[in-house]
């Protein structure tokens, strides 16, 4: 007979489940997949190409030697929505889509104009005196060295004798041109080079283009040739010189001095059948194809300066874009940076200069209306104070040399720090390592 204890320690069985059991299965929560969460989308729209207009019969030009007309920030507002504006893009991204999908070697030496030939003649002789301008001895410094001074000087001497060989006759349309040609290698006060020099190089093609000694059927070779062979010599000056990034923050955080490389270089490659945009990270593919597409030839020679190896350490920004799906995606990318980071930028647009080739607005201030020097002319020291709308005081200021409009930024300063050139500073890593060429490692990487 069964105790009591054993019936409390094992309590009966029910002999059936409950009749209706409650559902809870409204109270579990719901199984879905796990899936990336799509990134965002650039609200912007990637711009246009613009139609670039004829060029006006030349007879139509009154030529005048060009100055600075963007001095306040009012000066800019109205650039952008002028037909200058829309001219100068026009002309940048006609040239990056004349290069889609063609690598330089698309094109041979002896296809080219005649006038392609002379202008890469004019660059191989502004190599030459480089030649006869040593740099200075400067102590191991990293700064810019002042024989650049003596480069710019000699240059001048040169320069109208060579418009004149490429067929511009009217002196006045010499003197208008020779001003973006020699803009386009760095400013001789600062020893600095920037996106804003590059793009005097492309003004300067423009110019010729709106004089009908370039037109559109040389469009690719201008990009593949002749700026790639100004590229090759800008690189030259860069290593020699230590020519200073012009600001302290490089070109939006891509290149120390180079935007327009990143620009054409991605358009090259928009449909290439196996470089993607990781592929700038091996050093085969970029020895390997950097001579014929500019995005990674600049890739390559960004490597090659930096005293640390890795993009990720020197050239973040870069490191990110490689994460980019295509090379559309990046190809609008550029797009985006140049309209608002380049043309879209006052510290840069400021320096920009007009004449009847590329003409200024009615409505902007000019250097006489706020008491500035031309901009090859002006010496270190002194200050002048331009409103906003140019007229009365406070904004413009001199800095280093340069007179230019003082804007607050989040950086704290639009003059920046005067910063040393990598190029130099590895160029000295060489010099006290014997000439060696290997880069250090970050010790964590």
């Known amino acids: 007979m069964p105790s009591a204890t054993s019936n409390t320690l094992h309590p009966p069985i029910p002999s059936a489940a409950p009749v209706n059991p409650p559902d809870l299965s409204s109270k579990l929560p719901r199984l879905t997949p796990r899936r990336r969460a ?11 190409t613009p139609m670039l207009p004829p060029p006006p019969p030349t007879s139509s030009y009154k030529f005048t030697k060009p100055t600075r007309r963007i001095l306040s920030p009012k000066d800019h507002t109205i650039f952008l929505q002028s037909p200058t504006y829309d001219l100068v893009l026009s002309f940048v991204f006609t040239l990056t889509d004349s290069v889609q999908d063609k690598p330089v070697s698309s094109i041979k030496p002896s296809d080219l104009s005649p006038t392609v ?13 480089v030649e006869r301008c040593p740099p200075e001895d400067q102590g191991g410094s990293r700064f810019g060295n002042k024989g650049f001074r003596s480069f710019i000087d000699a240059l001048g001497e040169e320069c109208a004798g060579w ?4 067929g511009i006759t009217d002196e006045g349309a010499v003197e208008e041109a020779s001003m973006y040609f020699l803009q386009s290698f760095g400013n001789r006060t600062r020893i600095d080079y920037g996106s804003g020099h590059e793009l005097n190089f492309m003004i300067w093609l423009l110019c010729l283009n709106r004089l009908t000694l370039l ?7 201008l990009a593949l040739h002749i700026f790639t062979r100004y590229l090759t010599l800008m690189r030259t000056l860069q290593s020699l010189y230590y020519l200073e990034p012009a600001g302290s923050h490089g070109v939006w955080g891509l290149d ?24 700038i990270h091996q050093s085969l593919i970029l020895e390997e194809y950097g001579a014929d597409y500019m995005y990674l030839g600049q890739v390559q020679f960004v490597n090659s300066v930096k005293n640390v190896e890795g ?5 973040p920004m870069l490191d990110d874009i490689s994460a980019a799906k295509s090379w559309g995606k990046v190809e609008g990318g550029m797009r985006r940076m140049f309209v608002k980071e380049v043309l879209g930028k006052l510290p840069v647009m400021q320096h920009f200069l007009f004449g009847s080739l590329v003409p200024a607005i ?24 331009v409103a906003e709308d140019g007229t009365g005081a406070g904004g413009v200021v001199m800095k280093d040399g340069m007179r230019h409009v003082h804007q607050s930024n989040s950086w704290g300063d639009c003059c920046g720090i005067k910063v ?5 500073a590895a160029e000295e890593m060489r010099k006290r390592m014997g000439g060696g060429e290997g880069l250090r490692r970050v010790p964590f990487d």
């Open 420 to 424: 040393p050139s990598s190029v130099g």
């Open 38 to 48: 799509t990134p965002p989308s650039n609200p912007l729209p990637v711009p246009k």
């Open 215 to 221: 037109p559109p059927s040389t469009f690719p070779s």
């Open 311 to 315: 993009l990720r350490w020197h050239s």
């Open 256 to 279: 120390d001095y180079q935007f327009l490389p990143f620009l054409f270089g991605s358009s090259q490659l928009l449909s290439h059948a196996f470089i993607r945009p990781l592929s």
């Open 117 to 129: 030939n002379s202008i890469l003649g004019i660059l191989d002789e502004a190599e030459k005196v």
């Open 362 to 385: 009615e409505g902007t201030c000019t250097e006489e209306d706020v008491g500035l020097r031309k901009e090859e002319e002006e010496v270190e020291g002194g200050e002048v104070s």
């Open 163 to 166: 418009h004149r060989r490429l």
